[in-house]
């Protein structure tokens, strides 16, 4: 049977989130998990989750590598965390060596993996 786990249902899950995929189990409020059932065990699932995608970081030419620069990365970043819901999760995608050293800078930690994009 396919069901959608309310928040009580899917705390048999908190393991399999920290042991196999290094992550917080993710509140119902910004999670769906979608499982097949059998009786109550679960043998499979997916979690759609609303991400939010802090991408495009730019900062004008002649400031990068400036303390100006900087300090304007770390407004963004403030802005961002005091006006996203909590709970959220925050991505962005790193296309160079400056880019992860940024988001590694302001606290953002590296997940592995390839990513895919579905536009509905």
């Known amino acids: 049977m396919v069901d959608l786990l309310d928040e009580n249902a899917r705390g048999v899950l908190f393991d399999i989130y920290d042991q196999e995929f290094d992550a917080e ?25 609303v991400l939010i995608r802090a991408d495009m ?13 900087a300090a304007h990365i770390r407004t963004l970043k403030n802005y961002l965390l005091k006006n996203i819901p909590a709970g959220s999760s925050v991505i962005t995608l790193a296309g160079c060596d400056t880019h992860r050293k940024i988001f590694e800078h302001i606290g953002m930690r590296y997940v592995a993996g390839d990513v895919y994009r579905l536009d509905l």
Do not use: M, S
Request: glycine share 2%; charged share 30%; hydrophobic share 40%.
């Open 25 to 49: 189990l993710p509140h119902e409020d910004q999670a769906n998990i979608i499982a097949i059932k059998n009786g109550d065990d679960i043998e499979a699932f997916v979690t759609a989750e």
């Open 57 to 69: 970081w730019w900062i004008k030419e002649e400031l990068r590598n400036t303390p100006k620069a």
